[in-house]
Structure formats: C-alpha cells, structure tokens
C-alpha cells in the first residue's frame, strides 16, 4: 500500500477548516445541490481533498456534534447519509437525521491531529526596525516595530503567526532601562479592534492598556496571532461553530487546533533591546504568567485589566475564558445583569448625569459615557453639550473654571514626573503653559516641551533659592507688561558634562541642578539658555502667573518649589499662541491634564483656609 506523506499540521488544519466550512455550507442548504445521491457527495469530498491536500491522521476518529436552531432546522424530509469516498486520504463522515424536536441534527466525525502548533515556547531574536510617534485619541505614544530574524524563523513552527511584533509606549513615560515595568503582551484581534466586533472584550482590553501606560507608564507588546494563533480564515471558522452552539474552546479543537496556539519567544529578545529587567504583568490569564516565566522573564507580579461589564455578545466567551482557560479577577463582573433599555437607557443615564453635575465639570461625564458601540450614542449626547468653543477661562460663582478635580488631578500628574497645561485668565494673556516639577525634569520631557513651545523654558523659583545661587534679574527696571520678574540665563556648569546647553538633555539637567537645594552658584554659568523667573511669595494667591502656578504647583504635589513653565504654540495658526479651544483639543489628543490658575486660586482658598 503506498504511503502518504504526512504534511505539517498548520497545512493540513487550515485546509480542514476550509473543508468543514463547506460541509457547513452544504447542511445549511447554501451553495450546492440537496441531492441525495451518494455518488455526488463523494465527488465533491473527493474533489476537496484532493483541491486542499487533506492527508490522513493515525488518531481514532473523534466525533462532533453540531446543532443549529436556524440554518440546520431548515433541512427536513427523509434522513440521508453522506460519506466519503472508501480510499480517499482523509475519511470524513457525515450524517444527518431528524431530531427528536423536528430538527434536523449533522454529526461530523473528524479525525484529530496529532501534531499542534508550537505550544511550547523557546528564545526567538528579533531585530529593531525603526520608531516613530504616534499621535491617538488617548495620548501621544512611540511605536516601535521589529521583525524576527531570517535565521528565526523557522522556530515558530506556525504560519499563522506573524514574524513584525510592535511596541508601544507613552512619549512622557518611557520604559527603557527599568524594572518592574508593566507590560501587556497583547495578541491581536482583528475583528474586534478593525471591525468592531462585540464578541469578545479584545478592544476594550487594549484601550484599558493604553490608559493605563499613558497614566502610569510601562509598555504592550503587540503580537500578530490572530484567534489564538490559528489565523483570522480559522477564527472565522471557529466563529461559525460557536454561532451554532460551540464556545472558544470547543471551536478551536474540533478545528484540528489546541485551544491556544500562541508563542511568546519574542518577548524576552524584545525585553532586553529595552533594557527592561522586570515586568509587572497586565494580564488576567495565569497560563500567560507560566509561559512567560519558562523563557526566563522576571515576571514580579500582576495588574489586572477587566471590562466593567460583559454584553450579550461576549458573556459566554468570558465566561468560557473564566472557567475552561483560568482567566482570574473578573469577581463579579460576569454576574452583572446587560441593560435591557439598549442605548436609550444609556443616553438617559448620560443627560441625566450632565444636567445633575452642571457645566462646571462636563470632561468626566464625557469621559464616563464614552465607550464602544451603543454608547457612541451617549458620547454624540455629552459633546453637544459640552462648551468646546469657550474662548478663555472664567470663573464660575464657586471660583471654578474646569472644577476643584482639574488641580487635584495636576497635582497627582505632577508628583509622577507628568508635564500638565495650565491656562491664565481670558483678560490676561490667555494663553497656555506647560508645567511640570523641575526635580522630575527629564530630556525626554524636555523635548516634548521644546518641540511644542515657544522655545523661551523657564523655570519658576521662590526668591530666597535664587538669592542662594546669586541670580540677580536680567535689568534693573523691568518694562515686562505683566511684571514677569527675569533674572540673568543660566546654564549648568561644564563639570556637569553640558556642552552648548541648548538641547533638551542638557537643559534637563540644568533644571534638575537649579531644583537641587545641594547646588550652589558654581553650578551654573551666566549666561546660559534656561530663564529663572523670581515667582511672588504666596504664589497665585499674590500674582495670577504661570510662574507662581508652576511653583504652587511643584510644592503641592511634594516637589522642590521650583517648577519648568513654557507658552504652547499654535500647531493650527503657527505664527500664533495656542488658546483656549485648541488648547482642549490638544490636551485630549496627547493626554495631558488641564487646568487653570483660576482653579488653583480656589483650590488654595478651599484647603489653606
């Protein structure tokens, strides 16, 4: 008897797939003939086998059964039996006879395949390509490809995984060269996160991710395994089973698939081009843990990242991924009843909500309503009530512009090393300033205000620290409009290995060395290209000014009083300053926070009274 050539598994499982995929079409009365003759269904079964290269497996025959309440109960009449031709490589049996409810049942019996695809991981190298930035609607970010070395990539043993993996990481937060570090390995998904797809909380874990390293810092690692590795023709497949009755597992296996295909051998190679030692994990899957720890990753611990809620479209999938795959800390959220009311109810939450909080403080009831799908609904609601055109700040009768939660949540960006917008009164200079504390200055958020400003970076001091280090003003009677008090420019000394003083790096370190209460006077020299500013005793309270703001601001968030302060450039009217309405936009668009001195003013009013 002549032998077959066994082919690799990820051949002959795509091509099953395919099969199985017809074999449905054909029970579901699409496509073909209803004909009941043996000899045609042998010729089609044949013709598939030999158009796919179907090869034989040693494994007994497993069997699947399949029910339908739509597509299959629409085959009646007298039952009938389709089999493959006796000979052929692979032996497929097909069955159909009614059901005891008047439905019609299909019985497919597949032979399983013994080989699966690289569930076991080792090392892959990769290699870096290239970064960029990348602008979002959560922030701005640096994306960073790589690709797996030529030599590599025969390690992956699985077609179905891609060989280019990405990084991505917040602009003001970079990971590089840290410990416990967190980090999302995240597979892609692209039905959910292209398409949109609610079967699955795919896109809403990545976008949870996303806020969460803009806020926090860490970075995810984006892997091209689509379905769990098996391909999107397969996922699309698996998917067709779990309309008729199958969950994700079950899909996956009567596909010929483990229930998870995926390899991670990328990730350390990735990790050590970083310079990352250690990672917090973003991950609720504990498999995922025991993966990574068996390439060698210094995993420290866990941050969970769950949906608030499960739809009627993924309740089954999570509950599938709770209790067949060990996902953890999903607690009670599976519990949790689906609105009935649809988007209506919704949108009635969101009017509510904003009629009851008042226009001091719309951004979190924006925020709090905009979500995927039926909530667009609300999000379209929160905006059209939102002031987006206001064209300065002006306090409310509570002494608030954007409310008392804008300082507080500077305050917090502040004390983690975050650069916030500050925006002055509509009748001063109505302009915006970025503000950060000059302790936590680093080059890299240097260069995000260099590449932003005005390129005139000050840095806000209280008058006794610029006595210590003999910084006189720049002239003895000042004409500056606003009385913004200059004294002579600095740079740090060259014993502290700055060459010119221009770039973002060297001005970073003159900021941290004038924040330095160890500095003196023979740290720096005069002239130089960061412009000290003499900030008012009792800051805001005495002068509304971005230079009393950035010191305010410093001290509250636990910081040396001294704080970095640059005016925003228009990026839509280039020759101008940046005001007020585009000053939203661009923080929405790069994350950062917002508020005003005359948020501050009051919030000092409130707390120091």
């Known amino acids: 008897m002549k032998k077959t050539q066994k082919r690799p598994c990820n051949t002959t499982c795509s091509s099953r797939s395919v099969f199985l995929a017809s074999v449905l079409l054909v029970l579901s009365g699409g496509g073909f003939s209803r004909s009941t003759s043996n000899d045609s269904c042998r010729s089609y079964s044949e013709a598939l086998a030999t158009t796919f290269g179907v090869t034989r497996s040693s494994v007994s025959n497993r069997n699947t059964h399949i029910q339908s309440n739509n597509a299959l109960s629409s085959r009646g009449g007298s039952s009938s039996l389709f089999s493959a031709k006796e000979g052929t490589e692979d032996e497929i049996e097909i069955k159909s006879s009614k059901g005891v409810n008047g439905r019609t049942k299909a019985s497919i019996s597949i032979e399983k395949f013994t080989d699966k695809l690289g569930n076991s991981d080792q090392e892959i190298k990769t290699k870096h390509i290239a970064e960029t930035n990348l602008p979002t609607d959560i922030g701005h970010f640096r994306l960073r490809a790589y690709r797996v070395e030529e030599k590599m990539r025969e390690l992956l043993q699985n077609e179905h995984v891609g060989t280019e993996p990405c990084v991505i990481y917040s602009t003001h937060k970079p990971p590089f060269g840290k410990k416990d570090v967190p980090v999302r390995i995240h597979d892609q998904c692209f039905t959910s996160e292209v398409f949109r ?328 020299v005069r002239p130089g290209h960061v412009f000290p500013l003499r900030a008012k005793e009792n800051g805001v309270l005495t002068r509304d000014g971005h230079t009393e703001a950035a010191v305010d601001l410093s001290r509250l968030a636990g910081c040396h009083p001294s704080g970095v302060l640059c005016e925003i450039n228009s990026e839509e009217n280039p020759t101008e300053m940046m005001r007020l309405p585009e000053i939203k936009r661009f923080c929405k668009k790069h994350g950062f926070v917002l508020t005003s001195i005359a948020d501050m003013k009051q919030y000092r009013k409130d707390t120091e009274q």
């Open 197 to 524: 797809s609610q079967r699955c909380d795919c896109k809403e874990q990545l976008k949870m991710s996303l806020e969460y390293i803009q806020k926090h810092g860490g970075a995810i690692i984006y892997l091209q395994q689509e379905g769990r590795g098996i391909g999107l023709a397969n996922k699309v497949a698996a998917y067709a089973l779990q309309d008729v009755g199958m969950d994700t597992v079950d899909a996956n296996t009567h596909l010929g698939f483990p229930e998870d295909c995926r390899q991670y051998g990328v990730v350390p190679s990735i990790l050590e081009d970083m310079g990352i030692d250690s990672i917090r994990l973003i991950t609720n899957n504990p498999r995922k843990i025991e993966r990574l720890t068996s390439l060698g990753i210094d995993v420290k611990d866990t941050i969970p990242m769950v949906v608030k809620k499960p739809t009627e479209f993924n309740r089954k999938y999570l509950q599938t991924k709770q209790d067949r795959m060990n996902h953890t800390n999903f607690g009670e959220m599976l519990s949790i009843d689906l609105d009935s009311r649809g988007a209506a109810g919704i949108v009635d939450d969101a009017v509510n909500a904003l009629q009851k909080q008042g226009a001091a403080h719309p951004h979190s009831v924006a925020e709090e309503f905009i979500n995927e799908g039926e909530e667009m609904a609300a999000a379209a609601i929160a905006s059209a009530l939102i002031d987006d055109d206001q064209e300065g700040v002006v306090a409310n009768e509570d002494g608030y512009c954007f409310g008392r939660e804008s300082v507080e949540k500077a305050i917090e960006a502040v004390a983690r090393g975050e650069i916030v917008v500050v925006v002055d009164d509509m009748d001063r200079e109505n302009e915006g300033d970025f503000i950060m504390a000059a302790d936590k200055c680093t080059p890299e958020t240097m260069a995000i205000i260099n590449r932003y400003s005005s390129g005139v970076i000050c840095i806000g001091m209280e008058g006794a620290r610029m006595d210590e280090l003999k910084l006189p003003a720049m002239v003895v009677n000042s004409e500056d409009p606003k009385g913004t008090a200059f004294s002579v420019t600095v740079d740090a000394a060259r014993k502290h290995g700055i060459t010119t003083g221009i770039s973002p790096k060297e001005r970073a370190k003159t900021m941290q060395l004038l924040a330095d209460p160890s500095s003196g006077p023979t740290d720096f």
